[in-house]
């Protein structure tokens, strides 16, 4: 059982900034994937940034040059560092992580944390 869990979120105006951050714990094989999703009521849940195990960070175009996902491998977390905030940015943020298990991969969520962006 992997435990994910989000911190950071919050109210914030057009322009600024915040910070978010994911613990994780329970039993922990090899990480391959850490990163942040994004959910929008009534929409499908979105990728806005992914760290892998070898160092390559991914990014949603949306978010290419304002937000920066770091990882700590040693300590399985990762965080993402969100600067010139939009209104469009607002949604729920989802920390998730993908661990392999050979020969089972196997994919865990956080239960969010709600980021809102004031016009």
């Known amino acids: 059982q992997v435990q994910l869990v989000e911190s950071g979120g919050g109210l914030v105006q057009t322009g600024g900034s915040l910070k978010l951050s994911c613990t994780s714990s329970?039993?922990?094989?090899?990480?391959?994937?850490m990163g942040w999703y994004r959910q929008v009521p009534g929409k499908q849940r979105e990728l806005v940034a992914t760290?892998?195990?070898?160092?390559?960070?991914n990014y949603a175009d949306s978010v290419k040059g304002r937000f920066t996902i770091s990882r700590d491998n040693a300590k399985n977390t990762v965080s993402l560092q969100m600067n010139s905030l939009r209104p469009e940015d607002t949604a729920v943020y989802y920390c998730?992580?993908?661990?392999?298990?050979?020969?089972?991969?196997?994919?865990?969520w956080g239960k969010g944390t709600l980021v809102t962006v004031s016009s």
């Open positions: 998730y992580l993908r661990q392999v298990r050979w020969p089972d991969t196997r994919e865990h």
């Open positions: 329970g039993t922990i094989f090899r990480i391959t994937v």
């Open positions: 760290a892998e195990s070898g160092g390559t960070t």
